[in-house]
């Protein structure tokens, strides 16, 4: 992460969250208002790219990505939108506020995933469980494999009823070797991400 900023996310029912994004990250709000602008923009640059075939599509592949991120509490997708020149990362982190995990309490689904032993956390006051997955693509996607990162952070005082649930994902080649750099450095930068994260002050009324 060559540089950092504290970004402010609204949230509904949770409070201002704050986290430090890296720099050429953006913040992308999941509301219909700003899934509309961004897929403009990717319009615009597949149109640049005499990508037609592609345009074709991407207007109703990106409505329907944003509404099923809403569905599952999702709020903001943080993407690497202007990388270094040059480079290319596959890679995003989806910011969520949950009340269950596939249709599980969180309480008992942590508990039952914590007992499982597929869990880590990542800090010492343990309010940061970590877990991760990997699954091969299909289709168009075929060759490849997608990485991702969870951490699940509880709201404060709401005892593990609401919790924030951070997914960070990355797809690779399928070849690429385990201990790839790209792979770690991933890694490293979802959990700092995910660490970073906490809550603003409350103002006081007047």
Do not use: C
């Amino acid at each position: 992460m060559s540089s950092l900023r504290q970004e402010l996310l609204g949230t509904p029912s949770a409070g201002t969250l704050r986290m430090l994004v890296p720099g050429g990250w953006d913040v992308l709000p999941l509301d219909q208002a700003h899934i509309d602008q961004f897929t403009e923009r990717m319009r615009e640059v597949v149109k640049r790219a005499g990508r037609p075939d592609v345009d074709a599509f991407l207007s109703g592949m990106l409505r329907t990505w944003g509404a099923r991120l809403r569905e599952r509490g999702g709020l903001y997708a943080v993407l690497p939108l202007t990388p270094p020149e040059g480079s290319a990362l596959p890679m995003s982190l989806i910011v969520s506020v949950v009340t269950d995990v596939s249709g599980h309490p969180l309480q008992s689904w942590a508990v039952s995933k914590i007992r499982s032993g597929t869990t880590e956390f990542l800090d010492d006051a343990r309010t940061v469980l970590s877990w991760s997955s990997s699954a091969a693509g299909t289709d168009d996607m075929a060759g490849t494999v997608t990485h991702q990162h969870n951490y699940l952070i509880p709201v404060p005082g709401a005892e593990l009823r609401e919790a924030v649930l951070l997914t960070g994902s990355r797809v690779a080649l399928e070849s690429e070797p385990d201990d790839a750099p790209a792979r770690a450095a991933a890694r490293a930068l979802y959990d700092a991400m995910a660490l970073s994260l906490d809550w603003a002050p409350v103002s006081a009324s007047a």
